[in-house]
Structure formats: C-alpha cells, structure tokens
C-alpha cells in the first residue's frame, strides 16, 4: 500500500525559511508526477508545485521565486524548499503522487508563519 509521509513543517517567522520532505513507500518508484498543495483554514486546497518524473516543475503564481520543488528518484522523496515566507503561507501542506489514474495523499504537515 503506498504511504506518503511529509515532515518538515513547524512555525516560522515571516521572511524565514523552511525545507519540507514527503517521503513514498509502498511499492511504486516512478510516479509521473509528484506535487505539493496546502490548504489554508476556511480555503480550498490550492496547488503550490508539482514535478514530474523528468524534471519538469510547475508553480502557483504566488510562491514562483521564493518556493523550490524537487525530487530524488532514488530516494522516491520530494522536497519543498519555502524561502521568504509569508503569513499569507500559512496552511497545511499536503503531498501528492500520481501514478496513471491513482492519486496518493499524505496527511499533511502544518507550516505556520507568525512573529
């Protein structure tokens, strides 16, 4: 059954730094796609990155330049790097892998931003 574990979240105040992990295992090492969302209280969950077994990245327009995705294909874990952050990221971050048609999700890890 595959298992995906995020770990990284904390609190952090604004203009810091946090480097998130989602960890796979289960069975699958190629997922196409692997991704991270985060849902902020009384919001809908909203997409922030996603990277595909090749490389390729993709970003909400609200985090391009301070938020880094990336993966080791090796390691079957991706990573969020959050530079500068913002009130305004405070949320919930979830992980997802896709694989064909079956979508995976962590439990999330909470990052909240506050002085």
């Known amino acids: 059954q595959v298992q995906l574990v995020e770990s990284g979240g904390g609190l952090v105040q604004p203009g810091g730094s946090l480097r998130l992990s989602c960890a796979a295992s289960?069975?699958?090492?190629?997922?196409?796609?692997m991704g991270w969302y985060r849902q902020a209280p009384g919001k809908q969950r909203e997409l922030v990155a996603t990277i595909t077994s090749g490389g390729y990245t993709n970003y909400a327009d609200s985090v391009k330049g301070r938020f880094t995705i990336s993966r080791d294909n090796v390691k079957n874990t991706v990573y969020l790097q959050m530079n500068n952050l913002n009130p305004e990221d405070t949320a919930v971050y979830y992980c997802k892998a896709q694989y064909y048609a079956m979508a995976y999700w962590g439990k999330g890890t909470l990052v909240t931003v506050s002085s």
């Open positions: 289960g069975g699958i090492f190629n997922f196409h796609a």
